[in-house]
């Protein structure tokens, strides 16, 4: 049976994720959706070039949302870059634009019929999962935000250049919203097999975290975009879902106690969320965890009445 991928949006995130999954044959049928058709166009020329010279094989469909009925995932990659460049480096300044795309784009999709697993890099990400996810009405286990998988691998690099070991030594999490209220759960970080709390001391854990919290603006003001780093976290994602492979990553979803959608480890497979994973948090971690709930919760809600001089960033 072929496999689909639908992805909405083809600037440098959505192009270089197409890039990803074609260099790694996950998928047979590729539709792509932009509004700008010129560059759209262009970026599946190119990329029916790359197939031709590497012998692979793949279809890709242009801006037909019918095609999407049975695609296996989508992934919404749509943003406007221009806009993340602001004062406060908050991403919560792409959501008046970003939340009536969302808007318009749901009901395309409940339009065609789609009953996949529906992924979510647009920012603010976690904001636009929980709008994506009301306005289509797709179940909760069905929309997934990337959420902190690319925050937790920030800190994960930052501890690993600290430590001089690779990052795949360091287990743990950075929790709450992709942005400026996330947190690194130190009690959760473990060092090629030691709590990292009994290695460094806490000005030297916040300086961590804020090297990793910071990692997305130091990329977006050295280049004008990230692509890279977010391509390979949902790749990952996109993975853990085509290959049912269970995996836990701390992605963006619905969290009952809160009431809103935030990063959180989750146990990931074929339908999607398929498990909430506890984690044993200092109760500096759940206050921390419950200010960043707050926070996406109050945009959420602005974005829902579009009470946008009310939005601070």
């Known amino acids: ?19 990803d999954l074609v260099a790694g044959n996950l998928f047979d049928d590729y539709v792509l959706i932009d509004k700008n058709e010129e560059k759209l166009a262009a970026d599946i020329l190119d990329m029916e070039d790359r197939v031709a010279n590497t012998g692979q094989s793949a279809t890709f469909i242009a801006n037909d949302y019918s095609a999407l009925s049975d695609a296996d995932i989508i992934v919404s990659s749509l943003g406007k870059i221009s ?3 602001n004062a406060t480096n908050s991403r919560f300044a792409e959501l008046p634009f970003t939340s009536q795309e969302v808007k318009e784009v749901s009901s395309k999709l409940v339009a065609s019929g789609f009953s996949g697993i529906l992924i979510v890099i647009t920012n603010p990400v976690d904001v636009i999962s929980q709008l994506y996810q009301t306005y289509t009405g797709f179940p909760r286990n069905r929309v997934i935000g990337t959420g902190t998988l690319l925050d937790t691998a920030r800190m994960k690099r930052a501890v690993g250049h600290r430590f001089g070991v690779s990052p795949t030594a360091i287990s743990g999490y950075n929790l709450g919203e992709h942005g400026n209220s996330q947190f690194t759960a130190w009690s959760q970080v473990v060092v090629a097999g030691q709590p990292i709390q009994a290695l460094l001391l806490k000005k030297e854990l916040d300086q961590l975290a804020e090297e990793a919290r910071m990692g997305g603006h130091t990329v977006f003001f050295g280049k004008g975009y990230t692509n890279f780093a977010i391509a390979a976290a949902a790749k990952r994602l996109v993975e853990a879902v085509l290959g049912n492979s269970r995996a836990v990553l701390p992605v963006s979803h619905y969290q009952q106690e809160y009431g809103v959608y935030l990063g959180y480890p989750a146990v990931i497979g074929k339908a999607g969320i398929v498990d909430r994973v506890p984690l044993d948090l200092t109760q500096e971690g759940c206050d921390l965890l419950a200010a960043s709930a707050k926070q996406i919760s109050s945009r959420v809600e602005i974005a829902q009445t579009g009470d946008w001089d009310s939005l601070s960033l």
Not at 7 to 12: E, Q, S, V
């Open 1 to 19: 049976m072929a496999r689909k991928i639908g992805i909405i949006g083809l600037g440098h995130v959505g192009a270089t994720l197409l890039h």
């Open 83 to 85: 806009l993340q460049a």
